[in-house]
């Protein structure tokens, strides 16, 4: 699984954070980090995540999947 996330984009909500601390972290009041090639056993938290990061800055690609899943796409699952 690999994930982008616009720092443009991202307001430091830190939603991705709460929701899949193995990935995302907070550095600082607004400052992001993250692993990129996040593990496969991460993929829950991570859709979680993603769904609900406010402004849909985080993209991520599954393995084996056609295409990079946004964050409109996935609460759309729902």
Known sequence: MRLVVDLNRCQGYA?????????????????LLYDPESDE???????????ACPVGAILVEYDGEDGP???QEVRDER
């Open 15 to 31: 939603q991705c954070a709460f929701l899949a601390p193995d990935v995302f972290a907070m550095h600082g009041d607004e400052s």
């Open 41 to 51: 056993r991460q993929r829950e938290n991570v859709a979680r995540a993603v769904a």
């Open 69 to 71: 899943v946004r964050a």
